[in-house]
């Protein structure tokens, strides 16, 4: 999961409520996280900062700093927000894409 900003309390998915560590992928900071979802082990990214525009090789973090098998598949990308708490929420995307090379 990519974490581009979080609002109103919500947080991503780990073991122990800490980050495992903070990273750097392409110029954006982040908090990495990890922890499960039933048998899924889930990296969870949270940006440090608001990110109002994203684009980096994932892949080439996870397989290099976190034994993650190259061999591994992306079964699904998706995007949008968790609502959480409050109303009245509103979240507007002008453009979304998302390649996939192997």
Same mark, same amino acid.
């Given at each position: %999961? ?13 073991? =122990?409520?800490?980050?495992?560590? =903070? ?20 990296? *969870? ?17 996870? =397989? ?26 509103? %979240?507007?995307?002008? *453009? ?7």
């Amino acid at each position: %999961m990519i974490w581009l900003a979080a609002f109103g309390g919500a947080g991503p998915i780990s073991s =122990t409520g800490k980050a495992i560590a =903070t990273v750097t992928i392409g110029s954006y900071n982040f908090k990495l996280y990890k922890g499960p979802n039933g048998s899924t082990t889930v990296f *969870s990214f949270g940006a440090t900062k608001t990110i109002t525009n994203f684009s980096a090789d994932l892949l080439d973090f996870l =397989t290099k700093k976190q034994a993650f098998a190259s061999s591994q598949y992306l079964t699904t990308s998706e995007a949008g927000t968790e609502p959480f708490t409050g109303s009245n929420a509103k %979240m507007t995307v002008s *453009s979304y894409s998302a390649a996939v090379e192997y």
